[in-house]
């Protein structure tokens, strides 16, 4: 029956072929026109800035802002260089923020998941269900605020940018799925030579989760790295500003900017290159991450592939 | 076998310790802070501090409903994020469909690297990014019309135009990280039906119209109903580095969140920004538990709990 079937479809084959190919080409020409056009409407805007960066201040203030620096001038990056301490001082405290909030949040993420993942931990659904609810409800932003100024005293400190952001149910689900995939009998054999709970986890678990790991820790670290809510809601003195709100600052005060670059000994403080510089700030505040960005999203991709294979 | 409360205690120990942060944490930032929703009914003093102050009954409320803003901001809110669902899923899919139908590994991965840019960069260089193209004296839109010999547009001060840029900035944000989920999702369906839709004569169109797009609505149906119950929390970092405190726009471009920030810090009143803020959770309640409702009548399995 089935060599019948299949002999008169081969019968019709060179035809359906021939529309099949033609089929082909036509999404092709689709499919490259359309991504490349995509592709482009991301990437122009960021064009724009490093251009605009690099123009002249008089031809940015007769033409505007262009694709094409109409004259080309590096100044605002000379002045940016020149004086680069408070932007130093915003590095300093982004990489510090990041490293200590990555490191201590992917080990605390892992070892809730973990013990969530434990069959044998009786308890595990209700706790479970005390973190899932957080996502459900919440106070709203007034009684966090008020508990991290008023009670917990964490205004202007290191601290108040590391431990709001610490734990997210979210990373702690999508790590608990992939430790559930993570055979039950390595656990218990490892239980009956006497190991201790958190033994298995570091020894065991830790490293068989090495993918997860990665994953989620570049989401904490981009999060960290991206961050600058908690720096405008409790962050004043200028010596903890972390880079994207130092630049938030910036961009929306040129008047501050120039006092900084006069406290700094600037004597160009009558002539700024305002709108150049604040284009050239961007850049230096995103650089890390556009340079390192391509090799990061491999990871990225490789971990959603993960997610959605597993369903 | 039954060891009793203490027994079982004594048992999870290293377990329970291994807890203890995470739940320190929530407890800190997510259950005293709910407890805190009393603030809403109350007078607040700095003195009396979250459960000292006295109240005040449901004056906040008459307060955030009177003034017209609750309508406002709610409208808003709610527009801007089901016009981004619609938006960001559709573009995600059309591109996810055609990185995986296009040939080229090469054009693949640039075009790939390139959409997921965005994704990257914090809101705050999206807002430097948005000075640059829509600022009256300088930016690029205005330069771009001078030079095709129109009239200058102060974007920064026409409220029309926001919903159509905040709806391209939010697609262009999430394109790639969108794309590549859903180009996963479309890796993993089997590949023997598309030799089967091959031997039976299906071309290219049917192929996607036919296979791909059907194995394809689980995942859309969750991400969209998962987004359905944040349909009333407002982007905070988008909307606030797009326009700050903008008035002039506010008519189309405040929402919750930005309210909700604004009566706290600018204007420092706790009691309705405190008010506003459990109004959103309890919308934001109801339609997560409507969306799950919606996702167990679809199919089990994907629903949250």
């Known amino acids: 029956m089935s060599t019948v079937v299949s002999e008169s479809r081969a019968g019709s084959q060179p035809a359906g072929q021939k529309i099949r190919h033609s089929d082909r080409i036509l999404l092709a020409v689709i499919g490259y026109v359309s991504l490349s056009l995509l592709a482009l409407f991301c990437l122009l805007p960021f064009w724009l800035v490093v251009s605009s960066s690099l123009t002249d201040e008089t031809a940015i203030t007769m033409n505007g802002f262009s694709l094409i620096p109409s004259t080309f001038s590096v100044e605002a990056y000379r002045i940016l260089f020149e004086f680069p301490k408070d932007m130093l001082k915003a590095y300093g405290v982004t990489i510090s923020v990041t490293l200590i909030g990555t490191v201590l949040g992917l080990f605390l993420t892992s070892m809730t998941a973990y013990v969530l993942t434990r069959r044998d931990f009786r308890w595990r659904n209700r706790f479970s269900f005390f973190f899932f609810f957080t996502t459900l409800f919440s106070g709203g932003l007034v009684p966090w605020y008020l508990m991290i100024v008023n009670y917990l005293q964490l205004k202007d400190t290191l601290v108040v940018l590391i431990l709001p952001m610490l734990l997210n149910v979210f990373y702690i689900i999508v790590m608990k799925s992939f430790m559930s995939s993570i055979p039950e009998a390595i656990t218990e054999s490892a239980k009956i030579d006497g190991a201790g709970d958190f033994r298995i986890f570091i020894l065991l678990i830790v490293p068989l989760s090495k993918p997860a790991l990665a994953t989620i820790g570049l989401f904490i670290a981009l999060a960290y790295w991206n961050d600058w809510y908690n720096a405008l809601l409790f962050i004043s003195k200028s010596d903890l500003m972390p880079l994207q709100y130092y630049l938030y600052r910036m961009l929306g005060n040129m008047d501050g900017m120039r006092k900084a670059m006069m406290q700094a000994g600037a004597v160009v403080n009558t002539n700024l290159p305002t709108e150049s510089l604040k284009m050239a700030m961007t850049i230096v505040a995103t650089g890390p991450i556009l340079l390192a960005y391509p090799f990061i999203q491999r990871f990225f991709v490789q971990g959603l592939t993960i997610g959605a294979v597993k369903g | 076998m039954r060891q009793g409360f203490w027994g079982e205690l004594k048992k999870y120990r290293t377990l329970l310790l291994m807890l203890t942060p995470a739940v320190l944490f929530f407890i800190l930032f997510a259950y005293i802070p709910m407890a805190g929703i009393v603030l809403a009914f109350k007078k607040y003093s700095y003195d009396g501090g979250i459960f000292g102050s006295s109240w005040n009954g449901i004056d906040n409320f008459r307060f955030f409903f009177d003034s017209g803003d609750a309508w406002r901001v709610t409208r808003n809110t709610a527009l801007y994020n089901i016009a981004f669902i619609i938006v960001n899923n559709v573009l995600q899919i059309f591109a996810?469909?055609?990185?995986?139908?296009?040939?080229?590994?090469?054009?693949?991965?640039?075009?790939?690297?390139?959409?997921?840019?965005?994704?990257?960069?914090?809101?705050?260089?999206?807002?430097?990014?948005?000075?640059?193209?829509?600022?009256?004296?300088?930016?690029?839109?205005?330069?771009?019309?001078?030079?095709?010999?129109?009239?200058?547009?102060?974007?920064?001060?026409?409220?029309?135009?926001?919903?159509?840029?905040?709806?391209?900035?939010?697609?262009?944000?999430?394109?790639?990280y969108g794309s590549v989920m859903y180009l996963a999702a479309i890796t993993s369906i089997d590949t023997e039906m598309y030799e089967a839709a091959q031997i039976d004569g299906a071309n290219i169109f049917q192929r996607i119209f036919r296979i791909t797009i059907p194995n394809l609505m689980p995942t859309v149906i969750i991400l969209v109903l998962l987004a359905v119950g944040n349909i009333f929390r407002g982007d905070f970092g988008m909307f606030y580095n797009m326009v700050g405190n903008n008035g002039l726009l506010f008519s189309s471009t405040d929402v919750i969140d930005t309210y909700v920030f604004r009566s706290l810090i600018t204007s420092n009143d706790i009691g309705m920004s405190a008010a506003a803020g459990f109004f959103q959770s309890v919308l934001g309640f109801v339609t997560i538990m409507l969306a799950n409702f919606a996702v167990r009548k679809y199919d089990k399995d994907y629903a949250l709990f």
Do not use: C, H
């Open chain 2, 96 to 176: 996810g469909i055609l990185l995986f139908e296009v040939a080229g590994k090469w054009f693949r991965k640039i075009t790939q690297t390139l959409m997921f840019l965005p994704y990257f960069i914090s809101w705050v260089v999206v807002g430097a990014i948005a000075y640059n193209l829509f600022n009256f004296d300088v930016g690029t839109v205005n330069s771009l019309l001078v030079s095709l010999g129109f009239e200058k547009s102060d974007i920064y001060n026409t409220p029309a135009y926001w919903p159509f840029i905040l709806v391209i900035v939010s697609a262009w944000k999430a394109l790639g």
